[in-house]
């Protein structure tokens, strides 16, 4: 009878194993998070708790280096690879040695400054709810693919924030990552927190996304998820957080955004945040008290630093500024004082805008970016300054492209122009001597 009962008991425990093994298959594909030169954050989730393994290597067939998570049970795995090359390619898996795929990888980045072909992909307000969403969300997925040469790869995203529509779990995954995954697990993933992501201290926001928050990445450690930088070949990125309302947070941030500026010595600038500094949308610029506010403490000392991009989000429409500089007022103080140029900075129409190096207030290109999911009709509405491009309703996403001393913007919608292109809107900015 007891050699029954042992039998049986270890069945039993045959089974369980079994039953965890098949059960911990990955119910949220890998996601890469805070790159750096040297190492790169793993993230993924499985269907029970379970210890987290990545195997990775120079090809599919050779994953011949693996870390494993401390020997805590986890559903959400996150696992740090560090002693990396460089500019170098790695396969990867989270299934096993064996598991390499051609699609699934990561490429470090290059040490810092050193200026390299850098591709960009941005999207913006992807995880908002809505019965339309999902096919327009993938499509926007599809006509990135369709763009990049039949690729999902981009050296790294940038979100400009809403990745969910009240800070559920669900949504996170449902409106975001089951429509990016194929993106996200061979590129980078930098996010932006916009005003849905803060909803209940942003808490799931906060433990789903791992960021360079402690100038691991370049720029100035920030200790805090909500806002952060980080530096890609000669580009440095700042990512500010335009939902915190107490007096110290937001103070603590304004002079953490000084000290970074302060401190960059990268070519090229980029500032993201999720409300605009300027927009004629729903959300109107000229009297939320948010933007006024942020226009004045943030936007001088941008354009202090020679700051080229800003992209915004928010208003599920698609503006972009002509080369325009020091406009911290209202859009009705604008005057011809404000314009750096007013050409549409496009070498087969005019000609690109041109920038000198390391010197400020050169002119800044302000961009709104298409919702990735819904578009909004109707909702440019008041004349804001001259912009070279406006349009609402349409869905769709941004590639930059940055080369040297050249960087490439294009606009790319999910619904074709009269002419038959995605691309509606495109400009260069170049830096001179």
Same mark, same amino acid.
């Given at each position: 009878m007891k050699k029954t009962l042992s039998n049986i008991g270890k069945l039993g425990l045959v089974l369980i194993f079994v039953t965890l093994q098949v059960s911990a298959q990955v119910t949220r594909q890998p996601y890469l998070q805070d790159l750096t030169p040297t190492s790169i954050v793993i993230r993924w989730q499985t269907g029970v708790i379970t210890v987290g393994n990545v195997f990775y290597g120079p090809s599919v067939s050779t994953l011949n280096q693996s870390v494993t998570e401390s020997k805590d049970l986890k559903i959400y795995h996150e696992v740090t690879l560090t002693s990396l090359t460089p500019?170098?390619?790695?396969?990867?898996? !989270?299934?096993?040695?064996?598991?390499?795929?051609?699609?699934?990888?990561?490429?470090?980045?290059? !040490?810092?400054?050193?200026?390299?072909?850098?591709?960009?992909? !941005?999207?913006?307000?992807?995880?908002?709810?809505?019965?339309?969403?999902?096919?327009?969300?993938?499509?926007?997925?599809?006509?990135?693919?369709?763009?990049?040469?039949?690729?999902?790869?981009?050296?790294? !995203?940038?979100?400009?924030?809403?990745?969910?529509?009240?800070?559920?779990?669900?949504?996170?995954?449902?409106?975001?990552?089951?429509?990016?995954?194929n993106v996200v697990k061979m590129s980078p993933l930098f996010t932006t927190i916009g005003n849905h992501d803060y909803h209940d201290s942003i808490y799931n926001y906060q433990r789903t996304f791992t960021l360079p928050t402690h100038g691991e990445a370049g720029g100035v450690a920030s200790g805090t998820k909500q806002y952060y930088s980080f530096d890609y070949s000669n580009v440095h990125v700042v990512i500010l957080c335009t939902e915190i309302e107490d007096e110290v947070g937001y103070k603590t941030q304004t002079e953490w955004l000084k000290k970074d500026l302060e401190n960059n010595k990268q070519e090229w600038l980029i500032a993201c945040l999720h409300r605009p500094f300027h927009s004629g949308g729903h959300h109107k610029s000229d009297t939320d008290k948010s933007m006024i506010k942020n226009r004045k403490n943030w936007l001088t000392l941008l354009e202090d630093h020679g700051v080229d991009l800003v992209l915004q989000g928010h208003n599920h429409v698609y503006e972009r500024s002509y080369l325009i500089d020091n406009l911290i007022g209202p859009t009705t103080t604008y005057t011809a004082a404000n314009n750096k140029s007013t050409k549409l900075g496009r070498e087969d129409v005019d000609e690109a805008y041109k920038k000198k190096k390391n010197t400020p207030h050169q002119g800044t290109i302000f961009l709104t970016s298409f919702a990735g999911g819904v578009g909004q009709e109707d909702w440019v509405k008041y004349p804001i300054f001259p912009v070279a491009f406006s349009k609402s309703e349409w869905v769709g996403s941004l590639v930059i492209d940055v080369n040297g001393d050249r960087m490439d913007v294009k606009s790319l919608c999910n619904t074709p122009n009269e002419k038959g292109s995605h691309i509606w809107d495109y400009f260069t900015i170049i830096k001179t001597n």
């Open positions: 500019n170098t390619k790695y396969y990867y898996s !989270v299934t096993g040695a064996s598991k390499g795929s051609e699609d699934q990888y990561f490429t470090t980045s290059p !040490v810092a400054g050193t200026a390299k072909p850098t591709r960009i992909w !941005v999207i913006s307000d992807f995880g908002q709810t809505s019965s339309r969403q999902n096919d327009n969300r993938l499509e926007t997925v599809a006509q990135w693919k369709a763009f990049n040469n039949n690729s999902y790869h981009s050296d790294f !995203v940038l979100t400009l924030g809403d990745q969910t529509q009240d800070d559920a779990i669900y949504q996170l995954q449902h409106n975001f990552f089951n429509q990016v995954e």
